[in-house]
Nanobody
Framework: QVQLVESGGGLVQAGGSLRLSCAAS????????MGWFRQAPGKEREFVAA????????YYANSVKGRFTISRDNAKNTVYLQMNSLKPEDTAVYYC?????????????????WGQGTQVTVSS
């Protein structure tokens, strides 16, 4: 069982940066692949970034590639999402997710555990 708590969201101007954190409770955090997803009002939840349990493999949605970076610190049981060059279309609630498996996964059904989300708002 893993519990996930996101933080770091907020209001930022276009072109700015934010770093989201997702703290995981429970044991064996390093056994979990992690992902970030987002959901804008009236839209389905969409994939943003994923990270393997070792941290060696990453995968990004085309819309964020080159601007966002996913990383993890297994000693702190935390996964991060560094978001640079933010755009108004990045506005959404951001969720982290976990799956006890080694690789990267880009679909919501792959993940067993979800956080409550953190709001990111990018003003133009």
């Amino acid at each position: 069982q893993v519990q996930l708590v996101e933080s770091g969201g907020g209001l930022v101007q276009a072109g700015g940066s934010l770093r989201l954190s997702c703290a995981a409770s429970g044991r064996s955090f390093s056994d979990y692949a992690m992902g970030w997803f987002r959901q804008a009002p009236g839209k389905e939840r969409e994939f943003v970034a994923a990270l393997s349990w070792s941290g060696a493999n990453t995968y990004y949605a085309n819309s964020v590639k080159g601007r966002f970076t996913i990383s993890r610190d297994n000693a702190k049981n935390t996964v991060y999402l560094q978001m640079n060059s933010l755009k108004p279309e990045d506005t959404a609630v951001y969720y982290c997710a976990a799956r006890r498996a080694p690789m990267t996964y880009s679909y919501t059904g792959a993940y067993d555990y979800w956080g409550q989300g953190t709001q990111v708002t990018v003003s133009s």
